[in-house]
């Protein structure tokens, strides 16, 4: 599988899984992800899977400063619902680099490394996604903004011949390059942009609630 180039340069999340330690999956429970993880898991990269990946990261950055995110050890909760446009995409997503699974999840071993109802949906968040340490309690709301990376012009006229079938040759690779160039441009330039990028700390009352409902 060749995934674009532009992949290796898109910073990738350590994190270290205690169950994965315990059965010996990983060297001391040491995981790696990076962005091609999530397309192959999804199947595509686009704007949403590209958002789901880094607002992640940003997340785990920000609520383990200078240490290993542990997998597992993470409540995720989400504003909309699975069923709610590309919530679906967003929940896979975020399950494969936190853990954090709804009711069909893995249920632990001897009342430990559960992963199952540490995903949930919470519609009164005003940004799309809070994660929660289960360990400190502290907590953090994320959010994107897309309107602020606006597409090329020229990409809603290509879609529409592609998926309509009458795109020629040129006019598909057109598609490609323009659509691949804006997940690029959200993914590396505007990475750090908080008009793009939100992260707002949750005061730890607030997060102890959270994780008490």
Known sequence: MTLPDYFDAVPRLRVQDPLARLLGSADDGLLEYGFGDAVRLTGHACPTVASAYWL?????????????????????????????????????VVQLLTG??????????????????????????????????????????????????????R???????????????????RFCVLWQERVRHLLLDCARDPAVFTLRPVRRHAAADAMAS
């Open 56 to 92: 992640t990261y940003l997340a785990l950055e920000h609520l383990y400063p200078g240490s290993l995110p542990q997998r597992g050890g993470i409540q995720v909760e989400f504003r909309d619902d699975a069923r709610s446009g590309s919530s679906g995409v967003v929940a896979t």
């Open 100 to 153: 954090a699974a709804g009711g069909s999840g893995f249920k632990g071993l001897g009342g430990r490394f559960g992963r199952a109802g540490l995903l949930r949906y919470k519609p009164e968040l005003l940004t799309l996604l809070r994660f929660t340490r289960r360990d400190t309690r502290e907590a953090v709301d994320v959010g994107v903004d897309l309107m602020n990376v606006p597409a090329d012009p």
């Open 155 to 173: 990409l809603q006229p290509l879609l529409e011949l592609c998926i309509a079938g009458k795109a020629g040759a040129d006019e598909q690779q």
